[in-house]
């Protein structure tokens, strides 16, 4: 399989801080990638490298066959950014703005099919800096778009957004299959991973901790089903049971579900235990994250 991607053993460290500590990524032609972490795990140092922005310490990258490093100009035309923040003049209109644009390309799209294919047809003669937050970023992609690339990178397309809002960027997003590019895609969030990539790596304090699709990764960590309750008034739960605090309340992890709610009501009923609100949960694949990126990064932030 062709990679549009290909990073080997990269490194990268700022004086003594090791941003990005020997990673390996491919990323398959014509695949959607989501590439996650939490605040500082290397994400952007390691994007801004394979966009040819940063240096690197160590390690192989090749982006489309190419090392950005030493890439001509020329390999500039086939890749698309779209960066957190919007740097289109807001005084131009959308349909102003894109085909200005173009004119930068040696090839590129038809500007009116740019807008249509992300949705903006009906707001081609606003102003940008009169579309909302969702119209911007839509802009923002159609900009990416307009140069016909081959590979582009949406750097936390959905941050700040209200849910509805999220819902329509995903479907514009997934519509970019249909032009058989590449897309790395960076997240904070797994549900926007687990529905839009095709594979996962999840870097973590420069490490890649995981990786591969949303199933596989869900199956990488345990994904021990766990029996919680609020603890009572009662006598305590016995240490047979393995069950510990957590924030308010009890919690056991097992495989064996029903011997032990078996085992465990059976004790509550002979002792007049209490177990309030028992629940009994497999973790979804965002609890799998975040005890992944818990794990490695113990002073993980909240995304921004
Ligand atoms: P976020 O989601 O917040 O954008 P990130 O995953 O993109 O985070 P990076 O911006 O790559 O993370 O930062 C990784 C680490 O490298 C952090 O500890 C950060 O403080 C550090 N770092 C990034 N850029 C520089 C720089 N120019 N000089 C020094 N340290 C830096």
Known sequence: ??????????????????AVRGIDLSVAEGEIFGFLGSNGAGKTTTIEILEGFRTRTGGDVRVLGVDPATAPLTWREDIGIVLQESEIEGELTAIEAVTVHAACFAQSRNPEEVLELVGLSDARDQRAKKLSGGQQRRLD???????????????????GFDPSARREAWDMIDNLRSLGCTVLLTTHYMDEAQLLADRISVISHGEIVARGTADELANQVAAIPRITWKPGTGPA????????????????????????VHELTTWAK???????????????LEDTYLRLIGQNEPDAEEPS
């Open 270 to 284: 002979a002792e007049a235990a209490t177990l309030d609100d028992l629940e009994i949960a497999r973790p979804t």
């Open 237 to 260: 739960v016995p240490g047979r049971f393995g069950a510990a605090l957590e924030k308010d309340r009890m919690v056991i992890e097992t495989h064996d579900v029903v011997e032990v």
């Open 141 to 159: 992609l159609a900009m990416a778009l307009v140069g016909d690339p081959k590979l582009i990178f949406l750097d936390e397309p959905t941050t």
């Open 1 to 18: 399989m062709a990679h549009a991607i290909e990073v080997r053993g990269l490194t990268k460290s700022y004086g003594d801080v090791h």
